[in-house]
C-alpha cells in the first residue's frame, strides 16, 4: 500500500471530513505546517516551526530527513493534508496484528474478513467470538495500528511508534475542527 512510513491523525468518526483550508489555516496557526511543498501530493506542506513542540520523538533523536533529498523524492519528513476521500478509507497496517473487541478487549482476529466483509456493505455486523458482542468495523477498537477514514492528516518519514503526538496537539486539532481525532502508524 504504502512505501514510506507514517503517522496519520484522522477523526474518531469515520464519516467526518473537512474542507482541507479549514485544518490548514488552523494548523499554520499553530505553526505546525509550515510552507507549502509543491512537489508532494496537492495540500502537501512543510514541518512548521512548531512542529517538534507537538510531535514527541522517543530514544535518540532520529536524524530526521527534513528537506526532500531531491526531486520526486517524497522519503522526508512533510505533512500532506488529505480530505474529501468518497468513502471511509482503510488506513494503517495491513498485517501482523490484532485489533481488539470495543467490550470485552479480547483480540479478533478474523478481523481482515470482517473487514472486507464492511467494505462490501457498511450495514454488516459481527459477532465477537469471545463475548458475543453484536459489532461493526468502525467500532472495533485498531489501536494504533489502523483507521478508516474519510480525511487523514499524514506525516511522511515517521516510524511507527517513533513520534507521538503531545496531549496539547490532540486538543489543538479538535478546537480547530469542533471534533475528537485519534493517531495511528502506517508501516512501509
Ligand atoms: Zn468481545
Same mark, same amino acid.
Not at 468518526?13 to 482541507?20: G, K
Given at each position: 500500500?504504502?512505501?514510506?512510513?507514517?503517522?496519520?491523525?484522522?477523526?474518531?468518526?469515520?464519516?467526518?471530513?473537512?474542507?482541507?483550508?479549514?485544518?490548514?489555516?488552523?494548523?499554520?496557526?499553530?505553526?505546525?505546517?509550515?510552507?507549502?511543498?509543491?512537489?508532494?501530493?496537492?495540500?502537501?506542506?512543510?514541518?512548521?516551526?512548531?512542529?517538534?513542540?507537538?510531535?514527541?520523538?522517543?530514544?535518540?533523536?532520529?536524524?530526521?530527513?527534513?528537506?526532500?533529498?531531491?526531486?520526486?523524492?517524497?522519503?522526508?519528513?512533510?505533512? =500532506?493534508?488529505?480530505?474529501? +476521500?468518497?468513502? !471511509?478509507?482503510?488506513?494503517?497496517? #495491513?498485517?501482523?496484528?490484532?485489533? &481488539? *473487541?470495543?467490550?470485552?478487549?479480547?483480540?479478533?482476529?478474523?478481523?481482515?474478513?470482517?473487514?472486507?466483509?464492511?467494505?462490501?456493505?457498511?450495514?454488516?455486523?459481527?459477532?465477537?467470538? =469471545?463475548?458475543?458482542?453484536? +459489532?461493526?468495523? !468502525?467500532?472495533?477498537?485498531?489501536? #494504533?495500528?489502523?483507521?478508516?477514514? &474519510? *480525511?487523514?492528516?499524514?506525516?511522511?518519514?515517521?516510524?511507527?511508534?517513533?513520534?507521538?503526538?503531545?496531549?496539547?496537539?490532540?486538543?489543538?486539532?479538535?478546537?480547530?475542527?469542533?471534533?475528537?481525532?485519534?493517531?495511528?502508524?502506517?508501516?512501509?
Amino acid at each position: 500500500m504504502s512505501n514510506i512510513s507514517k503517522l496519520l491523525f484522522t477523526p474518531t468518526d469515520h464519516e467526518q471530513d473537512f474542507p482541507a483550508n479549514l485544518l490548514i489555516e488552523g494548523l499554520r496557526t499553530l505553526a505546525w505546517l509550515g510552507e507549502a511543498f509543491p512537489n508532494g501530493p496537492a495540500n502537501s506542506f512543510l514541518i512548521g516551526t512548531d512542529f517538534f513542540k507537538y510531535i514527541t520523538f522517543l530514544g535518540c533523536a532520529p536524524a530526521m530527513q527534513l528537506e526532500p533529498p531531491r526531486e520526486g523524492d517524497l522519503n522526508f519528513c512533510f505533512i =500532506h493534508i488529505n480530505t474529501g +476521500l468518497p468513502k !471511509p478509507l482503510f488506513r494503517g497496517h #495491513e498485517a501482523r496484528f490484532v485489533p &481488539r *473487541c470495543p467490550e470485552c478487549r479480547l483480540g479478533l482476529s478474523d478481523w481482515q474478513t470482517e473487514l472486507a466483509d464492511w467494505q462490501a456493505d457498511h450495514q454488516a455486523t459481527f459477532s465477537c467470538p =469471545h463475548c458475543a458482542a453484536s +459489532l461493526t468495523v !468502525p467500532q472495533v477498537n485498531w489501536r #494504533e495500528k489502523a483507521a478508516l477514514g &474519510r *480525511c487523514f492528516i499524514e506525516v511522511y518519514s515517521v516510524y511507527p511508534h517513533e513520534g507521538i503526538p503531545t496531549p496539547a496537539f490532540l486538543s489543538h486539532l479538535s478546537r480547530i475542527s469542533g471534533v475528537e481525532w485519534k493517531y495511528f502508524y502506517e508501516p512501509a
